[in-house]
C-alpha cells in the first residue's frame, strides 16, 4: 500500500509542493520493483507530508542514500533499456536542501531501520532506528530558508488539484498496488491494491463511465503491444484532460498520440471535443527515449510512423467493431419554448391560446407577447426597459459604440437555423441559437444584478460522481458555482449533491451540463472570479438557448426579433460570434446588376 499523507498545521501551498514531488521522486522507483503486502498505518505528526511505501528490499537503503546525494550513476545498458520510472539523481537532494526532511526505512527481512534527517541541505541525523517495513518520508517547512520562492505558490485547493492529478495518474498506471490519500487526517481516497484497470478507472472516475462507456482494446504486432479503454463516441470532453496513455507503465505524452486519437476518432466526435482514453503500450525500451523531457513525462519513438498507426489503427478497430449502435432519443424542449411543430392536440390548443393573446403595442404598432405568455423563457415585459448600469458592466460589448437594431419584420426561416428578417435598409440573416444566447445572457446578468436570478430547488437532490481533481475545482469554486444557482453539497468521496440549479437549465441534462461547466473551470486560471463567473453564466445560456436545426413558427420567430432588440449588445452572442449579417438594398441591388 503507498500513502500519501497531508497533516495540519501546515496543509499549505508549500506542503502539497513538497507532496507533488515526493509523489514523483519516491512512488515512481518503489513502483519498479514489486510491491508487497500492506503497509502499517503512515506515521502522522502535526505538519507533515508522509510518502508511506512498501516495495521491495532494496529500496530502503538506496532512499535514504539518495538523500544525501546529488549523484545517481547507471551504466550505458541502464540508459539503453530504460525499465523503470525513474527520476533526476539530485532531486530528493534538491527538496532536502530546501526543507527539513526526515526518512525511516527498513527491509523486510531487517531487524532494524535506518533514519535520515536533513535540513536545509545539512545533515543532522544518520543512525539505525526501530521502525516497521517500508519507507515513511516526511517533509516540513518547505521552502523555510528561501521564502522568495512562497510568494509564488499557488492556493492549496489548486496545488492538492495538481497533486491529485499525480496520485491518479500513478494510481491508474498501477492497480495492482494499493493507494491511499490522507489529507489533514482524513482520507480522502483509499484504492485497494490487485485491482483490475477496469476496477480502477471506475475508483477514480465513477461506475457510469468505467462499466458502459468504456471499450477494452487489445491489439498486438511483432514488437508492440496496445491495451486499455477507450471512450465511446457517446462521451467526451472539451479538452484532452480525459485521456491517458502510458508507455511501459509510464505516463506519457507524445504529439503523434494527439493526432493518431483524432484520426481514429475522426468523423465520430463533434468539432472541438475530445474522447476519454486509457490506452497502454507495450514495446521493446530500446524503441523508447524517456529522457527528452526533466520531468520525464514526454517520450519519442524511434519509428514515430509504425507507433501512430498502430494507435490509430487499434483505437479504430476498437470504435468501428465494439461502438454500441446510436439510439434514438426524443429532443428535449428548451425552458420555456414550445416546438414549433408538434402534432399533439392539447400543445395545439395551448399554442392558439397563446396566439390569441397577442396584442399590439401601441408605440410601434407591432405584435407582441403579453405579459407571461412568451415564447421565450424570458417575460418580454422584463426587457422593455434597459439593464441596469451595474449589469450593463457585466455585459461584455465587443465595441463602447455599438448600435442598436433597426426595426424588423420577420419574413421567415431557411435551414432551421437562420430567421430572415426585413430592416429599414436591406436583409438580415439572423442566427437564432446565437441570438437567443445573447437574450438568455443579459437577462441572466440583468435578474443578477437585481437579486431575482431564477432558480429551482430540488426536492429530491440529484447525486453527481465526479473524478478526484474536478471535485476538488468545484470545492474551490463553490461559491462561483453558488452565485449563478448551482448549490452544491459534498456526498462523500468525490460525489456531490446537486440541491439547486438555474431555471434555465430545469429541461436540461444536468449532467452533462454539470461536465461542460467544470470543464469551462479546467481550462485555464481566469485572474478574476467575476471572469470565471461569466465564463459559466455563458456555458449555461449556451445550453438553454434554441438550437440549430429547431423549426420556428412566425409568433416565436417575432418574439426572437422583439427581444433582440432590446438588448443591449444585439450583434454578438456572448462569446462574442455575430448574431446577424446584414445585406445592405444597395450591396443586393449591385449583385442583380440593377445599378
Not at 112 to 130: F, M
Not at 146 to 162: C, D, I, N, S
Not at 354 to 379: C, H, K, N, T
Not at 503 to 528: Q, S
Amino acid at each position: 500500500m503507498t500513502s500519501l499523507s497531508l497533516s495540519k498545521p501546515e496543509f499549505s501551498p508549500p506542503t502539497l509542493l513538497a507532496a507533488l514531488f515526493l509523489l514523483a521522486l519516491l512512488v515512481s522507483p518503489g513502483l519498479s520493483q514489486a510491491p508487497r503486502g500492506i503497509s502499517p498505518p503512515p506515521f502522522k505528526p502535526d505538519g507533515a507530508v508522509l510518502v508511506n511505501l512498501q516495495p521491495g528490499q532494496d529500496h530502503a537503503r538506496y532512499t535514504a542514500d539518495l538523500a544525501r546525494s546529488e549523484r545517481l550513476t547507471l551504466t550505458a545498458a541502464d540508459l539503453e533499456r530504460i525499465r523503470s520510472l525513474g527520476f533526476r539523481g539530485e532531486a530528493l537532494a534538491a527538496i532536502a536542501a530546501v526543507s527539513r526532511l526526515t526518512i525511516r526505512t527498513r527491509p523486510h527481512d531487517a531487524l532494524a531501520g535506518t533514519i535520515l534527517a536533513v535540513s536545509g541541505g545539512k545533515l543532522q541525523d544518520v543512525r539505525e532506528t526501530g521502525c516497521g517495513p517500508g519507507t515513511v518520508v516526511e517533509v516540513r517547512d518547505l521552502f523555510f530558508n528561501v521564502p522568495a520562492r512562497l510568494k509564488f505558490l499557488r492556493a492549496p485547493p489548486t496545488e492538492l488539484a495538481h497533486l491529485r492529478q499525480v496520485f491518479g495518474t500513478h494510481a491508474l498506471a498501477h492497480p495492482e498496488v494499493g493507494w491511499r490519500l490522507t489529507v489533514d487526517d482524513r482520507e480522502t481516497q483509499v484504492l485497494p491494491g490487485k485491482a483490475t484497470l477496469e476496477d480502477r478507472v471506475c475508483e477514480l472516475w465513477g461506475e457510469e463511465l468505467g462499466r458502459t462507456e468504456l471499450r477494452p482494446v487489445e491489439w498486438s504486432a511483432a514488437d508492440m503491444r496496445i491495451y486499455g479503454y477507450v471512450g465511446t463516441p457517446a462521451v467526451h470532453r472539451g479538452d484532452r484532460q480525459g485521456q491517458y496513455v502510458f508507455v511501459n507503465r509510464r505516463p506519457a505524452s507524445a504529439p503523434l498520440f494527439a493526432h493518431a486519437i483524432a484520426e481514429a476518432y475522426h468523423a465520430l466526435l463533434p468539432a472541438d471535443r475530445h474522447p476519454w482514453l486509457f490506452l497502454f503500450l507495450e514495446l521493446d525500451p530500446a524503441l523508447v527515449d524517456v529522457n527528452v523531457h526533466p520531468a520525464k513525462t514526454e517520450v519519442r519513438f524511434r519509428n514515430n510512423d509504425v507507433v501512430f498507426r498502430a494507435v490509430q489503427r487499434a483505437v479504430r478497430r476498437t470504435l468501428i467493431d465494439r461502438a454500441p449502435i446510436p439510439q434514438t432519443q426524443p429532443a428535449r424542449p428548451v425552458a420555456g419554448w414550445q416546438p414549433a411543430l408538434d402534432t399533439h392536440d392539447d400543445v395545439i390548443a395551448a399554442r392558439r391560446e397563446q396566439l390569441r393573446s397577442l396584442e399590439p403595442v401601441e408605440s410601434s404598432g407591432q405584435w407582441s407577447m403579453s405579459r407571461g405568455q412568451s415564447f421565450l423563457p424570458i417575460d418580454p415585459a422584463g426587457l422593455q426597459t434597459r439593464p441596469t448600469a451595474a449589469a450593463q458592466s457585466d455585459i461584455q460589448h465587443p465595441k463602447a459604440d455599438i448600435q442598436q437594431l433597426p426595426p424588423l419584420r420577420v419574413v421567415g426561416q431557411i435551414g432551421a437555423m437562420y430567421v430572415i428578417a426585413e430592416g429599414p435598409d436591406g436583409m438580415y440573416l439572423i442566427d437564432q441559437h446565437a441570438a437567443h444566447e445573447r437574450i438568455l445572457y443579459e437577462k441572466f446578468m440583468a435578474d443578477k444584478t437585481a437579486q431575482q436570478l431564477a432558480v429551482q430547488d430540488l426536492l429530491d437532490p440529484i447525486p453527481l460522481e465526479f473524478s478526484p481533481d474536478e471535485s476538488t475545482l468545484i470545492e474551490e469554486h463553490l461559491d462561483v458555482l453558488h452565485g449563478i444557482g448551482l448549490r452544491l453539497e459534498p456526498f462523500g468521496g468525490s460525489t456531490w449533491l446537486v440541491r439547486s440549479l438555474p431555471a434555465l437549465l430545469i429541461n436540461d441534462d444536468l449532467r452533462t451540463a454539470m461536465a461542460e461547466l467544470v470543464a469551462d473551470l479546467m481550462a485555464g486560471d481566469l485572474p478574476f472570479a467575476a471572469n470565471e463567473e461569466a465564463k459559466l453564466i455563458t456555458r449555461v445560456c449556451k445550453r438553454a438557448a434554441i438550437k440549430g436545426g429547431q423549426v420556428l413558427s412566425a409568433a416565436e420567430m417575432n418574439e426572437l426579433i422583439r427581444q433582440l432588440e432590446l438588448c443591449a449588445a444585439p450583434r454578438t452572442c456572448p462569446h462574442g460570434r455575430p448574431t446577424m449579417i446584414h445585406f445592405s438594398a444597395s450591396q443586393m441591388a449591385k449583385e442583380f446588376g440593377r445599378m
